[in-house]
């Protein structure tokens, strides 16, 4: 079935998350190589879980999933997700992961890292996103400072992994940080109601 597109950038898109995205999700969460960089998740996942992972969090009204889709051919390489919805505040915590790893180091997780904000905060209206990454996440905090994310804060001795004890990095962008520094994918969409406001 052919994927529509969310959001589309100029080198990635976003869409939805399919059925047939399940075994490429697995294969993702069982490399150490992509894992050992994750803060919620470092054990073995059978496909089960995953499936009842991603089940859950295309139906729950706190989670936001979205696949990230290499153009012009949409091929799979990740998925980037808006976590703990708060709908009350307003706010989520982003979660990101390109499993094709030959893909990283090319500006593409910056690239889908701003889609979906560019989602969160002028479809959703949220006004704050907020990620905890782990300190030895060099790659994926260099991403998060372009995208304009900002330190504001540490978990000390937060995670233990790999015979230690390892500190977890808490960041945030607010609304109106995001769309003084990008440009709005969003914005710039040819809708009726657009032009009728
Ligand atoms: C984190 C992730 C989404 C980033 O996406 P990406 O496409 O690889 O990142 P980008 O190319 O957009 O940006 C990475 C930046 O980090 C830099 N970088 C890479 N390795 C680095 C290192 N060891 N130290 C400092 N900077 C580094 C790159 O040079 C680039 O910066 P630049 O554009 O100024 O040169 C992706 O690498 C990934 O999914 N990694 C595995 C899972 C993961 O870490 N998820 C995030 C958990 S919080």
Not at 36 to 58: C, H, N, P, S
Not at 99 to 118: C, M, P, S, V
Request: hydrophobic share 45%; glycine share 8%; with cysteine.
């Amino acid at each position: 079935m052919k994927r529509p597109i969310i959001l589309k950038g100029k080198r990635v898109a976003l869409g939805p998350l399919m059925k047939d995205d399940l075994d490429r999700c697995w294969r993702w969460i069982n490399d150490k190589q992509v894992t050992q960089y994750l803060v919620g998740f470092f054990r073995v996942y059978t496909r089960e879980m995953e499936e009842d992972w991603i089940d859950r969090a295309l139906r729950a009204k706190e989670d936001l999933l979205f696949a990230i889709l290499l153009l012009p051919d949409l091929q799979h390489i990740g998925n980037v997700g808006l976590h703990k919805i708060n709908w009350v505040n307003r706010n989520a915590e982003l979660g990101i992961i390109i499993g094709e790893k030959e893909y990283w180091n090319q500006g593409l997780g910056t690239e889908a890292t701003i889609l979906a904000l560019d989602y969160a905060f002028n479809i959703m209206g949220l006004k704050s996103v907020y990620l905890r990454v782990m300190e030895y996440n060099k790659r994926a905090i260099r991403c998060y400072e372009k995208v304009g994310f900002k330190h504001v804060g540490r978990l000390r001795s937060h995670i233990f992994r790999g015979g230690r004890w390892w500190d977890v990095l808490i960041m945030d962008i607010l609304n109106e940080e995001f769309n003084e520094k990008h440009p709005s994918a969003v914005k710039a969409m040819n809708l009726d109601i657009f032009e009728s406001a």
